[in-house]
């Protein structure tokens, strides 16, 4: 996969799903920034990146997924591959479902994905370094070539029932959080998590935590 670098964008997101939009770029491609300005964050929110993280973005065309992937749940999918890369690396970060990176109780990063055409989108951001409210990944993680490890991986063998049922062992992790329904907050414990990645309450599945 290509890898293209910039100073700074906006969001690798937002700019890699324009450039697969317009058929500027195509995919597979990946897209790293040393600096976002205008990250986007969980529930639509802005995540404001430090300067000292990683933020990249890449696209992979539907055939080269895995075919038993439910796209509904494609950020648990590959924010938990990314999780066993940092676990790898000395890392004792977890995936809170369906999409944040934690390390301990404080939020790391995240990973939020979308479908354009026939092309689906991931986006990563990891904070390396501990500013104010922001928490980052741990100093003595070996950082360099995380993301070349990650986009360069044939994802087409790493099938979503196999990273699943590895995520499921470590789904406790969730349990002191609570995630939102429209205006209400409901504790994950509640709860029950599904074959496909979605959380299922009063009989309703749920795919994400807006």
């Known amino acids: 996969m290509e890898i293209l670098y910039y100073d700074t964008l906006e969001s690798t997101q937002l700019w890699l799903i324009e450039q697969i939009k317009t058929h500027s770029l195509s995919a597979p491609i990946c897209v790293v920034a040393k600096n976002q300005t205008n990250g986007i964050g969980s529930r639509a ?15 992979l065309p539907l055939q080269q997924l895995p075919n038993d992937l439910p796209l509904h749940s494609s950020s648990l ?27 301990d109780t404080h939020k790391i990063g995240g990973i ?12 990563i951001g990891i904070n390396l ?20 490890e990650m986009v360069k991986k044939n994802f087409s063998i790493y099938q979503w029932k196999q990273i699943f049922s590895k995520y499921r062992l470590e789904f406790h ?12 907050k409901i504790p994950i414990k509640e709860a029950i998590l ?17």
């Open 77 to 103: 999918y590959f924010g938990y591959i990314l999780k066993e890369i940092l676990t790898n690396r000395g890392s004792l970060a977890w995936l809170k479902w369906p999409n944040d990176l934690y390390l």
């Open 112 to 123: 939020l994905t979308q479908k354009v055409q026939n092309t689906l989108i991931c986006g």
């Open 45 to 59: 929110n802005t995540w404001h990146t430090q300067r000292e993280a990683l933020t990249f973005s890449f696209a």
């Open 173 to 184: 992790l969730n349990y002191s959080y609570s995630f939102h329904k429209g205006n209400e």
């Open 194 to 210: 599904q074959e496909d990645g979605a959380l299922l309450y009063r009989g309703e599945k749920l795919y994400n935590a807006r």
């Open 129 to 148: 370094k501990t500013n104010g409210d922001f928490a980052a990944l741990e100093e003595h993680v070996h950082k360099e070539d995380i993301i070349e």
